[in-house]
T-cell receptor
């Protein structure tokens, strides 16, 4: 149980285009989902916290107009990287906290590798 | 500012031995601490959670200790196997459930 999926698993796009990444909790409901970014050989850095039905809370230094987050249901959150540039190339990982049960635990998706040319 | 340090970037041990990884933190009073395993190109996998009022937690070959006075957690893998080779991350959380991750320790278990 507690499976989180991400789609796509990897994407290559041209500079200036927008890319949408989906994060789904497959077998549980998640009121809260989190989006992280990880650069090579570095740890995960929290970008934003997403609560179902409300606006996301962004960490300091993360541009909310560039990284659009939508959490429209208890099982789906999306991250859209708008007008992507090569410096946005990274490994994007989402996580979800169950609404019931182990609510302090975050279950992570497999990640999405974004490469901007 | 909050700081989380994991003892070393890389740790090599012989198969069958106990691996001990360290996580130290400063300027933080976490409600709980978690350990994750991350394989290359994959998202982290949850291993264990220990709360501030717990001293020790075990799960199969894994053991975590949490010393809030020393501001340190130790993560042990007993009878280590080559399949245990991965990067292990510690993460701290306050009441908001947001996680702050350490930089990780890459463990290699040599056959």
């Amino acid at each position: 149980g507690a499976v989180v999926s991400q789609h796509p698993s990897w994407v290559i796009c041209k500079s200036g285009t927008s890319v949408k990444i989906e994060c789904r909790s497959l077998d549980f409901q998640a009121t809260t989902m989190f989006w992280y970014r990880q650069f090579p050989k570095q740890s995960l850095m929290l970008m934003a916290t997403s609560n179902e039905g409300s606006k996301a809370t962004y960490e300091q230094g993360v541009e909310k107009d560039k990284f659009l987050i939508n959490h429209a249901s208890l099982t789906l959150s999306t991250l859209t990287v708008t007008s992507a540039h090569p410096e946005d190339s990274s490994f994007y990982i989402c996580s979800a906290s169950p609404t019931q049960g182990y609510t302090d635990t975050q279950y992570f998706g497999p990640g999405t590798r974004l490469t901007v040319l | 500012s909050q700081k989380i340090e994991q003892n070393s970037e890389a740790l090599n041990i012989q198969e069958g031995k106990t691996a001990t990884l360290t996580c130290n933190y400063t300027n933080y009073s976490p409600a709980y601490l978690q350990w994750y395993r991350q394989d290359p190109g994959r998202g982290p996998v949850f291993l264990l959670l220990i709360r501030e009022n717990e001293k020790e937690k075990r799960k199969e070959r894994l053991k975590v200790t949490f010393d809030t006075t020393l501001k340190q957690s130790l993560f042990h893998i007993t009878a280590s196997q080559p399949a245990d080779s991965a990067t292990y991350l510690c993460a701290l959380s306050g009441s908001a459930r947001q996680l702050t991750f350490g930089s990780g320790t890459q463990l290699t278990v040599l056959p």
